[in-house]
Nanobody, 125 residues
Framework: QVQLVESGGGWVQPGGSLRLSCAASGFTLDHYDIGWFRQAPGKEREGLSCISRINGSTIYADPVKGRFTISRDIAKNSAYLQMNNLKPEDTAVYYC??????????????????WGQGTLVTVSS
């Protein structure tokens, strides 16, 4: 059974950091482009970052560029999103996803193929 499970969310004060994890089971994560997305209440889902299966290239959306870092650990079949200097506007449910083979990391707009249940990140003082 193909499954993605996110973890690592929680409450953090502005300026703080969190590291989100995405554990894959039922398939090999490294065979896919991986993306991180978020959705805040009342807003559309937003693509944040992706990492290419081909060469490990990474792409970041402007709101998180310089603050977030995407990575993957092949041995652990997992992906991560390191989030630094968090802001209140980063409050959202965060999802990891595998991306479509035809609209993947290097060929936006990113199209999700499979995704997890999400993990809530709350940034407030």
């Amino acid at each position: 059974q193909v499954q993605l499970v996110e973890s690592g969310g929680g409450w953090v004060q502005p300026g703080g950091s969190l590291r989100l994890s995405c554990a894959a089971s039922g398939f090999t994560l490294d065979h896919y482009d991986i993306g991180w997305f978020r959705q805040a209440p009342g807003k559309e889902r937003e693509g944040l970052s992706c990492i290419s299966r081909i060469n490990g290239s990474t792409i970041y959306a402007d709101p998180v560029k310089g603050r977030f870092t995407i990575s993957r650990d092949i041995a652990k079949n997992s992906a991560y999103l390191q989030m630094n200097n968090l802001k209140p506007e980063d409050t959202a449910v965060y999802y990891c996803a595998t991306l479509s083979r035809t609209q993947g990391c290097l060929t936006p707009p990113w199209l999700l193929a499979a995704w997890g249940q999400g993990t809530l990140v709350t940034v407030s003082s």
